[in-house]
Structure formats: C-alpha cells, structure tokens
C-alpha cells in the first residue's frame, strides 16, 4: 500500500516558521524525486519545491525561494519542507508528492508527472 501523510500544518502569525514533513511508505523512497505542491482555494495547484533522489538536488519556486527548504532523509522515508519568514500569501493545503520519473532525476513542477500524493496539510498564516 503506497502511502504519503503530511503533517505539521496549522496557523501561524506572518513573519512565523513551520516544518511541514511527509512520511512514505509502501515504496522505495530512493528512486523518487519529491516535491511539495500547494493550492489555496479558488487557486490552481502550485508547485513549491522539489528534491531529487540522485543527488538531493533541491529546487524551489520564485515565490518561496530563500524562505522555503526541502529536504529528505530517504532511510527515515521522510521529507520535509522548512517554511521560515511566512507570509498571508502562503495560506493553502500543502501536499507531498513522489515522481519516479527520469528514475528519480525528474524534479519538475508539473503535478502530472507525479505517480503518488498525499491528502494535505493546511497551512494557515494570519495576524
């Protein structure tokens, strides 16, 4: 059973940090780049930041980039996202991703090119 469970959601004041993780199960984490995708409501899914399985190459969006870590510890089966300097704008359900694509090469932020997801964890930031 392939399984990915977010948590470590909830509501912050702006200028706050969170550490989002996601634990795998049911697979090998090894040969998956992971992502974090957001959505927030009446928005599009949007990908946040990504890390590959070769290298731990890491990647994120403009609009998070240098506030937003990925990281993943693959004998732990886990990866998470460090969400420091929060703004309102980050608000939306935050969800992990697993891509085997490019046999764990392909750290994209194209939401169809990932075989599993998680259900979500929301993050709320509001003064």
């Known amino acids: 059973q392939v399984q990915l469970v977010e948590s470590g959601g909830g509501l912050v004041q702006p200028g706050g940090s969170l550490r989002l993780s996601c634990e795998a199960s049911?697979?090998?984490?090894?040969?998956?780049?992971m992502g974090w995708f957001r959505q927030a409501p009446g928005k599009e899914r949007e990908g946040v930041s990504c890390?590959?399985?070769?290298?731990?190459?890491?990647y994120h969006a403009d609009s998070v980039k240098g506030r937003f870590t990925i990281s993943r510890d693959n004998a732990k089966k886990m990866v998470y996202l460090q969400m420091n300097s929060l703004k309102p704008e980050d608000t939306a359900v935050y969800y992990c991703?697993?891509?085997?694509?490019?046999?764990?090469?392909?750290?994209?932020?194209?939401?169809?090119?990932?075989?599993?997801w998680g259900q979500g964890t929301q993050v709320t930031v509001s003064s």
């Open positions: 049911g697979f090998t984490l090894d040969y998956y780049a």
């Open positions: 890390i590959t399985s070769i290298d731990e190459s890491t």
């Open positions: 991703a697993a891509n085997k694509g490019y046999g764990g090469w392909g750290c994209t932020f194209r939401s169809y090119e990932y075989d599993y």
